[in-house]
C-alpha cells in the first residue's frame, strides 16, 4: 500500500545524471530492473502524492515525456545535481508547503521509510532525512593498507527521500549554491535543523553494476502474489445463442441467469475477486438488484481489473476453461481471449481460453448446462 501524501506534499525525483559507475549501457535510472526501468518502481513509491516532479537530463527528456507525461511534472536537470534540484523546486514553487526529495536510484524505498519522514514534518520539524547507523568499524587507507581507524559514534548513513518544508529548501539553494552531496548539506549551510528518520537496509541506492542484482534479490523476496479461483455453472434455456467470455456464440439453446449468465467471465470474475479476498460478484453486484438484470457481464470484470489495480496489484495472468459437450469453443477461443483482454487492459498473450468435456458425465455431459473454471495470478505493483 503506497503512502498518501497529506495536502500540500509533493515529492521531487532526480534522475539527471549519468550514472557512470553502473557500467556500461543506458544511464542506471532508465535500465532494467524486474522487467521495468528503475525509475518505474521509484515513482510507483510516491504514487499517493499529488504532486510529483521529475527531473531529467535534458537528453532523456522526449524519452521521459513518452514514458510518464501526464503523470508527473517534468523538469530538464542541469549542470549539477544542486542545480537539478533547485530547477525542480522552483517549479514547485507557489504550489507545494512541503517536498520530498528523492533519488531516482532509489527504487525500492520502504513506505515506512517515507511515512517516518512525513511525520517528522507534521510534528513541525523544517527538515527532515532518513538514515542509519554506521555499525561497521571505519578504517582510513592508503595503498592497499589500513592508515587509520575512526571512530563510528554518532555517525550515519543518509538516504532519501529528504523532506523539508517548501521555503526553506529552496532559499538554502539559492542562498548557498554549493555543490553538496545532498540537500541535508545545503540545508545546514543555511543554519536549518535537520531531523533524523529510520531509514532502511532495502533503500539502496543503486551505483554499481551489482546493485542491480541485489536491488532484483530484494524484489524478488518481497514480491506479493495471490492466487484466486473461481467457479460457474448456468443452465440451458430456450434460446439460439450463448455468450462466452464476452463473444456471441451460435447455439441451439441460451444460457439462463440473472446477467447475461456469461459463464467463463462469471469465473474469471470471481477468480480476481477471490486473488484480493473480496468475495464473489453477488457481493459487489447483488442479483436482488434488478439494475444487474441482463447486464453485461463486462461491467463486473472491468470493476475486479480496476479493485485489483487500485489495491495495488497487477493481473499476471489468467486461465479459463469452460466445461460443455457444445457449442464447440475452440474456433472462438481467440476472440475470447482478445475480449477479455480488452477488458482487463491486459496483453492477449497472458490469456487462456480453452474447453473441456465431461466425457458425457453429470450435467453438462447431458447438456443441460455449461460450467466454467477460472484461476488469476496477481502480484503486487
Not at 481471449?337 to 466425457?359: C, D, F, N, W
Not at 460450467?371 to 502480484?379: D, V
Request: hydrophobic content about 45%; overall charge negative; charged content about 20%.
Amino acid at each position: 500500500m503506497t503512502v498518501r501524501a497529506p495536502a500540500g506534499f509533493a515529492a521531487l525525483i532526480t534522475a539527471a545524471g549519468r550514472g557512470i559507475r553502473a557500467g556500461a549501457g543506458q544511464p542506471k535510472q532508465w535500465r532494467d530492473l524486474a522487467g521495468r526501468p528503475v525509475l518505474d518502481h521509484t515513482i510507483r513509491a510516491f504514487s499517493g502524492f499529488e504532486r510529483i516532479v521529475l527531473v531529467v537530463h535534458p537528453d532523456d527528456m522526449d524519452h521521459a515525456i513518452n514514458r510518464y507525461g501526464g503523470a508527473v511534472t517534468l523538469v530538464a536537470g542541469a549542470d549539477s545535481r544542486a542545480a537539478s534540484v533547485r530547477a525542480g523546486l522552483t517549479a514547485l514553487e507557489g504550489q507545494a508547503s512541503h517536498v520530498l526529495i528523492h533519488d531516482g536510484a532509489r527504487p525500492l524505498v520502504p513506505d515506512a521509510v517515507i511515512a517516518g519522514v512525513i511525520a517528522a514534518l507534521q510534528d513541525g520539524a523544517q527538515a527532515a532525512a532518513p538514515a542509519l547507523p554506521v555499525s561497521d568499524a571505519l578504517w582510513r587507507g592508503d595503498g592497499g593498507r589500513v592508515t587509520a581507524t575512526t571512530p563510528r559514534d554518532g555517525l550515519h548513513r543518509a538516504q532519501t527521500p529528504q523532506g523539508f518544508a517548501l521555503p526553506v529548501i529552496l532559499a538554502a539553494h539559492r542562498d548557498h549554491p554549493l555543490q553538496a552531496a545532498d540537500d541535508v548539506e545545503l540545508a545546514l549551510a543555511a543554519g536549518v535543523e535537520v531531523a533524523i528518520t529510520q531509514g532502511a537496509e532495502d533503500n539502496l541506492k543503486i551505483t554499481f553494476p551489482d546493485d542491480f542484482t541485489r536491488a532484483e534479490r530484494i524484489l524478488r523476496t518481497d514480491m506479493d502474489i495471490r492466487l484466486g479461483n473461481g467457479y460457474d455453472v448456468h443452465a440451458f434455456t430456450q434460446g439460439d445463442h450463448v455468450t462466452l467470455c464476452g463473444v456471441r456464440v451460435p447455439h441451439d439453446a441460451a444460457l439462463l441467469g440473472h446477467s447475461d449468465a456469461d459463464v467463463g467471465m462469471h469465473a474469471l470474475t470471481d477468480a480476481i475477486y477471490g486473488a484480493l479476498a473480496q468475495g464473489d460478484i453477488g457481493r459487489h453486484f447483488p442479483p436482488s438488484d434488478p439494475q444487474w438484470k441482463g447486464a453485461d457481464s463486462a461491467i463486473f470484470l472491468a470493476h475486479a481489473a480496476t479493485l485489483a489495480r487500485d489495491k495495488g496489484y497487477r493481473i499476471a495472468n489468467a486461465d479459463v476453461t469452460l466445461i460443455c459437450e457444445a457449442p464447440k469453443i475452440g474456433p472462438h477461443a481467440a476472440a475470447m481471449a482478445h475480449r477479455l483482454s480488452q477488458i482487463m487492459g491486459l496483453e492477449e498473450s497472458r490469456i487462456s481460453v480453452k474447453a473441456t468435456t465431461s466425457e458425457r458425465l453429470g450435467f453438462t455431459g447431458r447438456r443441460e448446462g455449461i460450467a466454467a473454471i477460472a484461476t488469476a495470478a496477481l502480484i503486487k505493483e
